[in-house]
């Protein structure tokens, strides 16, 4: 079934515990092929972890469960880092305004040595046997209480968090900031999927805003991770091209995402979520 909830699911626990196995046993699949995805299995635990968020204040079990998650992903993201440095390389490599720092993006990107792309067997089978442990935990979970009420409380708390960080991000422009506001933007987004079928007309529109909020937030940080990968005895022409470019870049993004942030969080977080509630009911009637 579709990452989201359903008039099928007889109750929150029922929903928390059907998407929560789904996810989990797409990574658990994937994880079986020959040449798995890590980006792909790694996703699959992102939307299990939105998911315990989303019911955390009604689900007494939040912190075991998500420390689990977060452990088993963090031993398969070996090749993460390698891949985004070289992604993000690539695209300001591309032929635009600044040519002499496309250029020493594009030499920067030649100099790195071939990406290794295979996971290591053991590494996968200790991912595989933490995802098991929880997956088989998750057929026992409970959560308190019945209807909106369930659902409400972790919505209004990751949206106020939303507000809060995108504030603090503004204020300060650091990157750790900016980072953690990248955090519960992309978990408001997983609710909002989640929630969807209350009204997918008016939620859809939404799920897309904020998946272009959370992609203007990452290229931000990744662009921080390149500053710093350059390396000393790069050529010094090339450093101060490419540092510029970054610098750039990231005054463009933070523009762009504070305009978006400012529109997508406006609402204050209890309207919304009482407007939210009121389309719940309506579907569940």
């Not at 929903?15 to 890590?38: F, N």
């Not at 792909?40 to 912190?63: M, V």
């Not at 019945?146 to 968090?161: F, I, N, Q, S, V």
Request: proline fraction near 5%; charge should be neutral; hydrophobic fraction near 40%.
């Amino acid at each position: 079934m579709a990452y989201a909830i359903s008039r099928d699911d007889k109750s929150p626990t029922k929903s928390l515990r059907r998407i929560a196995r789904e996810e989990l046993g797409s990574a658990l699949k994937q994880a079986a092929i020959e040449a798995p995805s890590v980006h792909t299995i790694r996703k699959s635990i992102k939307k299990t972890r939105g998911l315990l968020r989303l019911f955390a204040p009604r689900f007494d079990d939040f912190d075991t469960a998500n420390a689990a998650l977060s452990e088993a992903a963090r031993g398969i993201s070996g090749l993460r880092d390698a891949e985004v440095l070289r992604a993000t390389l690539a695209r300001l490599g591309r032929e635009g305004p600044d040519l002499d720092g496309a250029a020493a993006a594009r030499a920067f990107l030649e100099s790195l040595p071939p990406l290794e792309i295979t996971t290591q067997a053991e590494d996968l089978a200790l991912f595989v046997e933490r995802v098991r442990d929880v997956r088989r935990q998750a057929k026992h979970w409970k959560v308190t209480g019945r209807g909106w009420p369930a659902y409400e409380d972790g919505l209004l708390k990751t949206l106020a968090d939303c507000r809060k960080r995108m504030k603090t991000a503004h204020a300060t422009g650091c990157e750790e900031d900016f980072h953690a506001w990248r955090t519960r933007v992309k978990q408001h987004w997983y609710h909002t999927r989640l929630l969807a079928p209350i009204w997918p007309e008016m939620l859809h529109p939404r799920e897309d805003a904020l998946d272009i909020l959370g992609e203007l937030i990452g290229d931000h940080h990744d662009l921080h991770v390149l500053r710093g990968a350059i390396p000393d005895n790069f050529d010094p022409e090339h450093s101060e091209a490419l540092a510029q470019l970054i610098t750039t870049e990231q005054a463009r993004l933070e523009t762009e995402a504070f305009t978006l942030g400012a529109r997508l969080f406006a609402e204050k977080p209890e309207a919304l979520t009482a407007r939210w509630g009121a389309w719940y009911r309506l579907w569940r009637d």
